[in-house]
C-alpha cells in the first residue's frame, strides 16, 4: 500500500491539510514515525517533537504487546495479558525497565530543551502504524491529561479492531487504510527499514 515512510507521511500530510496555518504540533511516537512526523510538521507549517511511550512486552514474546506506560509512569495493560503469563509482578518489573528506557531516550533526544507543551494547541500524534494500539493508547492518554485543544491521531494503517479502541482516546483519528487482514505493519510498506536512535537525534536538532 505505501512505498515507504516518506509516502505514508505525504499522503497523511494531504488529509491533515485543513490544519495548516493552526500551528498545529505534531508529536511522532520514536523511532519509526519520527522522520514521517517531521515531513507533515513541514508541511502543515507546524512544530514538531516526539512523545515517548513505551510498549510492555509479553513473556518470552518481547515483540508482543500486552500494554504501554509513558513518561508520567501511567501504564495501559490488555486485558488478554494474563494469558501470556504476564502476572502482576512481572508488570510491574517490565513496567520499570521501560521506563528506564524512556528516561535514557529523553536524554538522548532533547538533552538540552523542555518538551514542547501541548497545552491549548492541536495536538497530532503520528506512528508508522497500529498492530495492538497500546503505544498510542498511552501517548493519548498522557497528553491528554496536558489540555491540548484538540487531539488526533494520524497513522496510515490500522486493523479496524483497534481504530474503535483509539477513537475513544482522540478528537479524531485519520486512518489512510484499515485493512481486515493484518499481520504486522511492514507488510504494508514496501520498503520498512529500523529507524535508528542517531536519526531520531538529527531530526530533532533542527
Not at 56 to 71: F, I, T, Y
Given at each position: 500500500?505505501?512505498?515507504?515512510?516518506?509516502?505514508?507521511?505525504?499522503?497523511?500530510?494531504?488529509?491533515?491539510?485543513?490544519?495548516r496555518?493552526?500551528?498545529?504540533?505534531?508529536?511522532?511516537?520514536?523511532?519509526?514515525?519520527?522522520?514521517m512526523?517531521?515531513?507533515?510538521?513541514?508541511?502543515?507549517?507546524?512544530?514538531?517533537?516526539?512523545?515517548?511511550?513505551?510498549?510492555?512486552?509479553?513473556?518470552?514474546q518481547?515483540?508482543l504487546a500486552?500494554?504501554?506506560?509513558?513518561?508520567?509512569?501511567?501504564?495501559?495493560?490488555?486485558?488478554?495479558a494474563p494469558?501470556?503469563?504476564?502476572?502482576?509482578?512481572?508488570?510491574?518489573?517490565?513496567?520499570?525497565?521501560?521506563?528506564?528506557?524512556?528516561?535514557?531516550?529523553?536524554?538522548?533526544?532533547?538533552?538540552?530543551?523542555?518538551?514542547?507543551?501541548?497545552?491549548?494547541?492541536?495536538v497530532?500524534?503520528?506512528?508508522?502504524?497500529?498492530?495492538?494500539?497500546a503505544?498510542?493508547?498511552?501517548?493519548?492518554?498522557?497528553?491528554r491529561?496536558?489540555?491540548?485543544?484538540?487531539?488526533?491521531?494520524?497513522?496510515?494503517?490500522?486493523?479496524?479492531?483497534?481504530?474503535?479502541?483509539?477513537?475513544?482516546m482522540?478528537?479524531?483519528?485519520i486512518?489512510?487504510?484499515?485493512?481486515?487482514?493484518?499481520?504486522?505493519?511492514?507488510?504494508?510498506?514496501?520498503?520498512?527499514?529500523?529507524?535508528?536512535?542517531?536519526?531520531?537525534?538529527?531530526?530533532?536538532?533542527?
Amino acid at each position: 500500500m505505501f512505498r515507504d515512510r516518506h509516502d505514508a507521511a505525504t499522503r497523511l500530510a494531504e488529509r491533515l491539510k485543513s490544519y495548516r496555518g493552526a500551528n498545529p504540533l505534531i508529536l511522532a511516537i520514536p523511532r519509526g514515525a519520527v522522520l514521517m512526523a517531521k515531513l507533515i510538521a513541514s508541511k502543515l507549517e507546524g512544530e514538531f517533537d516526539v512523545v515517548l511511550v513505551r510498549k510492555l512486552r509479553a513473556p518470552h514474546q518481547p515483540e508482543l504487546a500486552l500494554g504501554s506506560v509513558d513518561e508520567s509512569g501511567w501504564t495501559f495493560v490488555a486485558d488478554y495479558a494474563p494469558m501470556y503469563g504476564a502476572n502482576q509482578s512481572y508488570i510491574e518489573s517490565e513496567k520499570l525497565a521501560q521506563l528506564q528506557t524512556l528516561r535514557r531516550r529523553r536524554s538522548q533526544y532533547t538533552p538540552v530543551r523542555a518538551t514542547i507543551d501541548p497545552a491549548g494547541r492541536v495536538v497530532i500524534v503520528v506512528d508508522d502504524g497500529l498492530a495492538t494500539g497500546a503505544t498510542m493508547i498511552a501517548a493519548l492518554h498522557g497528553l491528554r491529561a496536558r489540555g491540548p485543544a484538540e487531539l488526533i491521531c494520524a497513522v496510515p494503517v490500522s486493523p479496524p479492531e483497534t481504530l474503535k479502541k483509539i477513537e475513544t482516546m482522540a478528537d479524531q483519528v485519520i486512518c489512510l487504510e484499515a485493512p481486515g487482514y493484518f499481520q504486522s505493519v511492514g507488510q504494508f510498506y514496501e520498503h520498512f527499514p529500523q529507524v535508528q536512535d542517531e536519526e531520531v537525534i538529527e531530526a530533532l536538532k533542527g
